[in-house]
DNA sequence: CAGTAAGTTGACGAGATCGTCAACTTAGGT
DNA sequence: ACCTAAGTTGACGATCTCGTCAACTTACTG
């Protein structure tokens, strides 16, 4: 059933995992629309070699940023073995934005929120789970408001990202301060009936938190 | 000291408003990025008078978006003439946001904070001053905190700005729950002691409220 | 009504980036 | 040692967008 994937020569390995490394660089750097030709060249490798290992520009992003992606993963983990509930909930969505802000390239592709990799759904799923429990926690310390849901952090992603992107050359620790104001409004003494029913499951991806 | 600005010829001034139309409308539609043949196709004119009247892509979108950010100028006056202090910061943040929201092309421009045009400048400062006005007034009707400062709305417009940019397709409404989440942040109830300095004045232009 | 400056046209060259391909090279097994 | 499949190369054609220009047309003035 399954394909089997004989490995690479030694050579090709290497230049893929060069290929990696260099795309990792200039994404981080410069973003994902990097032309795929810096890439080759910074990689020290051709034109068709690139083409040859990653025959799209997502098939690149989607190896470069698989490990980031699992990253988040472990992040939950970590939150959830706080023992202030509060202290947890903000010091995962802090060091999620502190991927956004230190990785252009991860920025462009949590905001572009493309559908996720089959690979990636398990992953994303279990993910929510955990921040689920993370938020329910929260909120049952009557550390977090009770109308706002796993659905409502895709505001924050969303909106740190934009405000990285542009104040990124200027003021590289403002985000946080962004940061600290929003997740002042998802307490409880601030809460005011919101005017909108929370994101449908679901519709968003990456950028779900 | 003043150029004489010579009136158009009548089929050039009809071609120039027949392109600030298609403009408007494109821009509106598909972003500030739209080919420029395009625009002239739509507008019913060749590519070399589009470029004869506006010579940059840049010209054209000040051109477009003039009026716009006029508009924002007799938004805060507006707000200013609500009895409640609160309904009258949150009606001005909320109308900024529906112009983001119904012109994909609006929302880009104020996202890219271009340094604002010597015309604008001026427009932009006098705004500015009537926006911290508007923010005193709520301050001192003990609805809004102390220790945010006009800069800090730079965060709601970038914010929203991405949120509708990802969700326009498919929740056009659902900024406005972030929008109150961001709003609920800014109440004095909520005010926990935040992380960084506000973003020094003049680092942002037109984000900036 | 005619002359002229203002305006318009659409084809064109420059420049960028993409993805492909046929020829060439090399790793690794026998 | 040698053979073959896997891998690499870099030039190339296709596509796209921009901004220009020389030739043509037209509105307005006297």
């Not at 083409?51 to 959830?80: C, G, K, S, W």
């Not at 926690?137 to 934009?162: K, N, P, Y």
């Amino acid at each position: 059933m399954s394909s089997a994937p004989r490995p690479l020569r030694s050579d090709a390995q290497r230049n893929r995992d060069r290929l990696l490394a260099a795309a990792r660089e200039l994404f981080a750097e410069r973003g994902v629309d990097v032309a795929m030709a810096d890439i080759a060249r910074h990689a020290g490798v051709s034109n068709g070699t690139l083409y040859n290992r990653f025959p799209t520009r997502e098939d690149l992003i989607e190896a470069v940023f698989a490990d980031r992606l699992e990253a988040r993963a472990a992040l939950v983990a970590q939150a959830l073995a706080d023992d202030d509930p509060w202290r947890g909930f903000v010091g995962y969505l802090t060091a999620i934005c502190e991927f956004q802000a230190t990785d252009r390239g991860f920025n462009e592709v949590v905001a572009r929120d493309l559908p996720p990799s089959p690979a990636a759904q398990r992953l994303q799923e279990e993910r929510q789970a955990a921040i689920t429990q993370l938020m329910d926690r929260a909120r049952q310390a009557g550390a977090l408001r009770h109308d706002v849901t796993v659905e409502d952090l895709a505001f924050v992603v969303c909106g740190i990202s934009r405000t990285v992107e542009i104040t990124a050359g200027l003021a590289p620790q403002v985000w946080r301060r962004h940061l600290a104001l929003l997740l002042d409004g998802f307490r409880p003494e601030a809460a005011h009936p919101l005017p909108e029913p929370p994101l449908p499951p679901g519709l968003l991806h990456a950028a779900a938190g």
